[in-house]
């Protein structure tokens, strides 16, 4: 998987999307009219209480995606209730939130997401992927994400980044052929000596 998320930034497979628009406004204007994008392969992104996620679901399923493309949910561990509660099929309450990864992490799931992502998982296709990843490896992908990209975000998003960066996620083998499309959200509580302190404290190479 490591050679894997290599060869895919090396042709770019894969495709960053900030957030703040819809998967509509990523279709682009080409002569007066909308160009129709590529299905992706996969969609992730990472999930707290899941507002997030049930938008993404909903988007591809209201641009005819929703039967095709899986949806990658990445949380860190500690901060993983959506994958706890699809796990026991019913909404599961952690005690807290124990991961760095604080500013989306949510004590429980929001049921409607919960019975969105249950919904998706029938059959053999599994369409809504919970996935679980350390802090270490979230941290590592916001340090390497900013030397690739000059772009800060912390380790909430970073969740989703090591999806593709630590070659970890066995959810991304069983995808479509079309890009891999990752949502990149969540800036606001980070900041490069912020980041530096959370690469010491995992042991990160910064430099």
Not at 37 to 46: E, I
Not at 83 to 90: H, K
Not at 91 to 108: F, Q
Not at 138 to 157: G, M, Q, S
Request: proline share 5%.
């Amino acid at each position: 998987m490591h050679e894997i998320a290599s060869e895919l930034r090396a042709l770019g497979a894969i495709r960053w999307v900030p957030t703040g628009g819809t998967l509509n406004e990523e279709e682009e204007e080409e002569e007066g009219e909308k160009a129709v994008p590529a299905m992706p392969g996969a969609f992730v992104t990472c999930v707290g209480g899941g507002g997030l996620l049930a938008g993404i679901l909903q988007g591809l399923s209201e641009v005819g995606w929703g039967d095709d493309v899986p949806v990658i949910a990445a949380e860190t561990i500690g901060a993983d209730s959506l994958a706890s509660s699809v796990d026991a099929g019913e909404v599961v309450t952690l005690p807290g939130i124990s991961s760095v990864a604080k500013s989306l992490g949510a004590a429980s799931p929001s049921p409607t997401v919960l019975e969105m992502c249950l919904k998706r998982r029938v059959g053999s296709k599994k369409l809504a992927r919970p996935w679980r990843t350390t802090d270490r490896d979230a941290v590592e992908a916001c340090v390497k994400f900013a030397n690739d990209h000059r772009v800060l975000v912390e380790p909430a998003c970073g969740a989703a980044l090591a999806a593709i960066y630590s070659g970890k996620c066995d959810e991304l083998k069983e995808c479509g052929e079309g890009p891999i499309v990752v949502q990149v959200c969540g800036g606001a509580v980070i900041d490069l000596p912020t980041l530096a302190a959370y690469a010491k404290q995992f042991d990160v190479d910064f430099d």
